[in-house]
Every structure is written in structure tokens, then in C-alpha cells.
Nanobody, 115 residues
Framework: QVQLVESGGGLVQPGGSLRLSCAAS????????MGWYRQGPGKQRELVAA???????SYADSVKGRFTISRDSAKNTVYLQMNSLRPEDTAVYYC?????????WGQGTQVTVSS
């Protein structure tokens, strides 16, 4: 079993920054993909960014150039640095990890961008 715990959400003004963290524990294999999804009010959950153990990162077009995903594999932790935040980035952000085709989710952390 795998557990994911997110932190770092909150309220920020437009143009501001936040950094989300997600620590994974349990049966974490060396090869996996960690990522961030989000679900805004009245919207479906969507991929924000993903980073495999080895290989390239990927981003949703809406966050390219503003968000950066990174990971510390030794700590089984993934980060999402969010800059130039916009009101449309308001959502619950979920961390996930895919291991051998099994997907695990965190509980979510609220990000609100508002003046």
C-alpha cells in the first residue's frame, strides 16, 4: 500500500507563488511516475504535471512556463512550484503516483487564487 500526504496549499493573490509538496510512503518501487492533478469548481480532474523516475516531465499547456514539477526520489517526494498564479488556477490539487499500473491518490490540498 502507498500513502500520499500533500501540503503547501492556501490563499494567494493573482501573480503570486505557492509550492506544493507531496510525500509518499509505503511500497514505493524505484520505477514510478509522480504527478499533480487538479479539480476546479464544476470541472473535471485534469493533469497538471507529471515526472517519471527517469525521463522527461510533462505539463498541461495552461501551466507551461509558470509551474515546475520536481522530485526528490531519495525522499519519495514530489514538488510543484507554481508561479504567476491566476484565478483560474483555483482548484483542489491532488498528488498521485503510478506504480506498476496502480494509481494512488493523496487527499488533496486547496489552492485559491484571489485578490
Amino acid at each position: 500500500q502507498v500513502q500520499l500526504v500533500e501540503s503547501g496549499g492556501g490563499l494567494v493573490q493573482p501573480g503570486g507563488s505557492l509550492r506544493l509538496s507531496c510525500a509518499a510512503s509505503g511500497s514505493i518501487l524505484r520505477f514510478n511516475v509522480m504527478g499533480w492533478y487538479r479539480q476546479g469548481p464544476g470541472k473535471q480532474r485534469e493533469l497538471v504535471a507529471a515526472i517519471p523516475s527517469f525521463g522527461r516531465t510533462s505539463y498541461a499547456d495552461s501551466v507551461k512556463g509558470r509551474f515546475t514539477i520536481s522530485r526528490d526520489s531519495a525522499k519519495n517526494t514530489v514538488y510543484l512550484q507554481m508561479n504567476s498564479l491566476r484565478p483560474e488556477d483555483t482548484a483542489v490539487y491532488y498528488c498521485n503516483v503510478v506504480i506498476l499500473s496502480k494509481t494512488y491518490w493523496g487527499q488533496g490540498t486547496q489552492v485559491t487564487v484571489s485578490s
